[in-house]
C-alpha cells in the first residue's frame, strides 16, 4: 500500500482477516474514527472523486482491481447504515450516484458492485458509513 503512517500499522494487521478486523472494532460507538482523518487530509488518501458533501478514496486493502470507499463528509450519526433515519435519505442518495460516478470514472460501468456492510455480522469494521464501490474483475455471488 501506497499509505505509511505509525497510527494505522496497529490496524493494517487485522485488516488482512476482515473478521478479525470486525472483532477488534468498537461497535457503533459514535466516536471518531480513522476517516475523519482521511476527510481532513491528516492521513493522505488517493482521492478518486471528492465534492462538498462525499469522499471518495481508494481502500488500502483492495479485494478487485477497482475498490473505492465513498463516504460522507459529515457523519451526522451515520456509523453504520442501521442507523439511517428519514433525515439522511438525501445523503445517502447521493452517495448512491457517487458510486455510479466512481464507476464511470474507474471505467467499470459495464459491471460494479457496491456494498455496505452494516455491524458486526457483516464484518464491519470502520463505524463511519462507508458504500464499498468493486469491480475491474468478474465478481462472485452470493457473498460469503
Ligand atoms: O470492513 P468495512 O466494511 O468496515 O470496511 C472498512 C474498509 O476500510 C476496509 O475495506 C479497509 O481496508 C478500509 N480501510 C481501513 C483503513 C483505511 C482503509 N482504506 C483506506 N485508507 C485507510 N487507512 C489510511 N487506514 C485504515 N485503517
Known amino acids: 500500500p501506497h499509505v505509511r503512517n505509525w497510527r494505522i500499522e496497529p490496524f493494517m494487521n487485522a485488516v488482512n482477516n476482515e ?3 470486525a ?5 457503533d460507538t459514535d466516536g ?5 482523518k482521511i476527510i481532513s487530509k491528516e492521513i493522505p488518501s488517493a482521492v478518486v472523486y471528492e465534492d462538498d458533501t462525499a469522499l471518495a478514496f481508494r481502500d488500502i486493502s483492495p479485494q ?5 470507499l465513498v463516504i460522507p463528509k459529515f457523519r451526522d450519526g451515520l456509523t453504520h447504515l442501521g442507523k439511517a433515519e428519514e433525515r439522511h435519505e438525501n445523503i445517502l442518495g447521493h452517495l448512491m450516484y457517487v458510486a455510479r460516478i466512481v464507476a464511470e470514472k474507474e471505467g467499470i460501468l459495464d459491471g460494479f458492485r457496491v456494498v455496505v456492510n452494516s455491524g458486526p ?3 464491519q469494521s470502520v463505524y463511519h458509513l462507508h ?3 468493486l469491480g475491474g474483475r468478474q465478481m462472485k455471488w452470493p457473498p460469503g
Do not use: G, N
Request: aromatic share 8%.
Open 131 to 133: 458504500l464499498h464501490v
Open 23 to 27: 472483532k477488534a472494532a468498537a461497535f
Open 19 to 21: 473478521e478479525a478486523a
Open 64 to 68: 478487485a482491481p477497482v475498490h473505492v
Open 121 to 123: 455480522s457483516a464484518c
Open 32 to 36: 471518531p474514527t480513522i476517516f475523519d
